[in-house]
């Protein structure tokens, strides 16, 4: 009777809770809390909380090879590479080009943000990581979530879960990571510089970029691939004025279903014996620096064109390389209202703000070219 | 590669990538402005 009981009692999860497994719990909680209650990236971080919580439960099996549902989500849908590029779709059905059309100049701190990237995933390897996951800590400066997951799923899967929480946590915190450093790196009277007025941009030039780029990508760093040409198509549907269901659908019914299968998964990998060593407790203070580094990068190389052009770029706007669109363009917008409240920045920041997101792409594209097995 | 390599040829390569872009949208914006001129220009010589 007794060895019966204790049968029973062994098949339930109780007897098989460990303390790792309360304390993601309780990190699987606050992710939830702070989707729910301060609305920090809800659309992710909710999913990735529930997952969090689901993947701790023992003897759920979500995650067992083969047989788990999350496990399938996760094979099927990231280690094929498959849902971040569906992201990067829906992406570029939302993104306009335009102001990188129109002053053409400012791709170059989409470029300047990247510097931050390598910095950190040299310290990383300094601190000891391998040289795959050095570059997968890296990526996080890039502020681009789907490009995190998808460099991750490929050199180091064991990071997924807290590379990519990183990279949404900082994200959603760019309006207070970025302003102090903002402030920091120029004066007041760089703030205020007024950009030029931007040439007009006609739809015709819209419509060619996607294709162009594309092209040159492509050509240039094959394996920025599956990234570039689904962010580009969403462009050219955007752009083209004659696919409107698809365009719609990229912007709505795909990009939601998919981040629902990104996010649940992302939370899934993050099993307690996996996610609680310092070694990957520590990726959250080395993206925090792949943030900062990023940021200041970007601010310093639009100081450095200062230097060199007539027409003087307000440096506030090299911060907007890092790729969280639109929210780092938004900032930009706000530190410059602050100091001359004339000063509309926010068109002009999306300039650097898209060429980040190109950018973080063709700086995975070559850790994916030198790096992947 | 060493990660130095690495650095350096993966600094090197994204400003390459921008600045293959750059040259491309002017180069793309002159071609579109010289076609847009020139069907102006036919448009006004029928006239």
């Known amino acids: 009777m007794i060895n019966n009981l204790y049968s029973l009692l062994n098949t339930t999860g109780f007897v098989h809770l460990t303390p790792g497994m309360i304390v993601m719990w309780c990190i699987g909680l606050i992710l939830i809390y702070l989707a729910i209650k301060k609305q920090y990236e809800p659309l992710l971080l909710l999913p990735i909380g529930f997952g969090i919580l689901l993947v701790n439960l023992p003897l759920s099996g979500l995650m067992e090879p083969d047989v788990g549902l999350l496990w399938k989500f996760y094979h099927y849908g990231i280690h094929w590479e498959i849902i971040p590029p569906l992201i990067f779709l829906g992406i570029g059905a939302f993104t306009d080009f335009g102001p990188l059309l129109a002053n053409p100049r400012l791709i170059f701190l989409g470029a300047g943000a990247q510097a931050g990237v390598y910095l950190t995933f040299f310290a990383a390897h300094a601190m000891g990581y391998n040289i795959m996951e050095a570059a997968t800590i890296g990526m996080i400066g890039g502020a681009d979530g789907p490009t995190t997951i998808f460099i991750s799923s490929k050199l180091a899967p064991q990071l997924l879960g807290a590379c990519a929480v990183a990279a949404y946590s900082y994200m959603a915190m760019v309006p207070i990571i ?195 097995p | 590669m060493s990660p130095g390599g690495i650095f350096i040829q993966g600094i090197i390569s994204v400003f390459f990538g921008m600045t293959l872009l750059y040259l491309s949208i002017k180069l793309t914006a002159f071609i579109v402005d010289r076609i847009a001129g020139k069907a102006k220009g036919g448009a006004q010589d029928d006239k």
Not at chain 1, 253 to 278: K, R, S
Not at chain 1, 297 to 302: D, E, N, Q, S, Y
């Open chain 1, 178 to 372: 970025q302003p102090p450093i903002m402030r920091l790196m120029t004066t007041k009277a760089e703030r205020k510089i007024k950009m030029a007025k931007p040439r007009p941009v006609s739809k015709r030039e819209k419509m060619l970029f996607p294709i162009v780029s594309t092209f040159l990508i492509i050509l240039l760093i094959p394996a920025s691939a599956p990234l570039i040409a689904m962010l580009m198509l969403g462009n050219l549907f955007r752009e083209s004025g004659v696919v409107e269901r698809l365009k719609g659908a990229a912007q709505n019914e795909l990009m939601n279903i998919v981040t629902i299968f990104l996010g649940l998964p992302i939370g899934a990998t993050m099993h307690a014996d996996i996610f609680l060593q310092p070694k990957v407790l520590f990726i959250f203070v080395l993206g925090l620096i792949a943030f900062i580094l990023s940021t200041m990068t970007g601010l310093l190389l639009a100081k450095l064109m200062n230097l060199f052009s007539k027409e003087k770029i307000n440096p506030l706007l090299g911060a907007a390389g890092v790729s969280a669109v639109p929210m780092a363009a938004r900032v930009v917008h706000k530190v410059g209202i602050e100091a001359d409240k004339r000063n509309y920045l926010i068109m002009y920041a999306m300039g650097p703000n898209v060429a980040g997101v190109i950018g973080t792409v063709i700086a995975a594209g070559i850790f994916i070219t030198l790096l992947a």
